[in-house]
């Protein structure tokens, strides 16, 4: 008897989660169906992006995509021949668009970092235009799939600093050249390894950071009226130079992911995934219990380790 008087509201409250569970799924799907705002950051086709880690992959696919959008761009990297080189082909590609570029190790940052707002001033005053969108893209894991303590600092510290400390500095010094036009864009790239994965520890730790850096500093510019737009966007695989994976409908190429990135602006979410195929893998973490997705993660690290060694062998 006790049991049956349970049924009722039970039932409710099932109704009620899953009624909530696909409005919360529907709300993150539309975000693929909006429009992007990118060009409200450049409504003279004079303004400048600035793309650090520009020189491959997703850092060069987003200097591709930025200028076909019409942007000019300055290409970040610590290889001036090879910055260079790229702005050349930029060039070939879009003859109407501008390059400049900023040569700066991303790793070891020290004060000298404030030394970039200068340079990217002269470029501005050579060309013509403002800096209104600043992609955060440099990054990289220096020893992945190994513990933490088979890092050692020089390692440890590099991963940190490629991918939060440089990150911090540069917006830092970068944010208030960003106000100087109609109004400024700050994208943060984040990964989906920001959920917590082993093997891969000071890596995940670091884009964490940039995750919990980007809604502080969405909240701080809003509250503080900035001119200045916050948001991140977290990714996937992706085919890169350096991660050497056949490309198919879960691991896009870095234009393609650039692309897709650019279209989530104005989404009105401050960290949606970049890409609708790295969105559908991510409701695993929702779906799934932590346990399971950590062991099969497991076993995916060890096989890219596997792979890793035997390339390592070979060459």
Not at 116 to 130: S, W
Not at 203 to 224: H, I, M, N
């Amino acid at each position: 008897m006790a049991l049956e008087n349970w049924k009722t509201p039970l039932s409710y409250l099932g109704l009620a989660t899953l009624a909530y569970t696909s409005l919360q799924l529907n709300r993150q799907a539309s975000i693929f169906l909006l429009p992007s705002t990118l060009q409200r950051y450049n409504l003279t086709s004079k303004n400048w992006a600035l793309v650090t880690g520009a020189t491959d992959g997703i850092g060069f696919g987003f200097c591709q995509e930025l200028c076909s959008r019409g942007f000019n761009v300055i290409l970040h990297g610590r290889n001036a021949t090879k910055l260079e080189r790229r702005a050349r082909e930029l060039e070939a590609e879009f003859p109407r668009g501008k390059t400049g570029i900023v040569v700066l190790d991303s790793v070891g940052v020290d004060s000298s970092i404030d030394e970039i707002a200068t340079q990217v001033h002269e470029i501005l005053k050579q060309h013509g235009g403002y800096l209104s969108v600043l992609v955060n893209n440099v990054g990289g894991d220096a020893k992945p799939y190994t513990l933490l303590d088979g890092n050692t600092f020089a390692e440890a510290q590099e991963t940190m600093d490629k991918n939060a400390v440089f990150m911090l500095h540069i917006t830092r010094v970068l944010i208030p050249l960003l106000e100087e036009g109609e109004r400024g864009l700050v994208l943060n790239i984040s990964s989906v390894s920001a959920y917590g994965m082993p093997y891969i520890s000071v890596y995940s730790a670091s884009k964490g950071f940039v995750e919990t850096f980007t809604r502080a500093l969405e909240a701080e510019c809003v509250a503080a009226r900035r001119k200045v737009d916050i948001m991140g966007l977290r990714v996937g695989t992706v085919k890169t130079a350096g991660f050497d994976i056949a490309e198919n409908l879960f691991v896009p190429t870095g234009r393609v992911l650039a692309s897709a990135g650019l279209n989530r602006v104005g989404c009105g979410q401050v960290i949606p995934y970049a890409y609708f195929w790295h969105w559908l893998q991510g409701l695993s973490f929702y779906i799934f219990p932590r346990r399971l997705l950590m062991n099969v993660t497991v076993k995916k690290m060890m096989s890219l380790k596997a792979e890793q060694e035997s390339k390592e062998k070979q060459g």
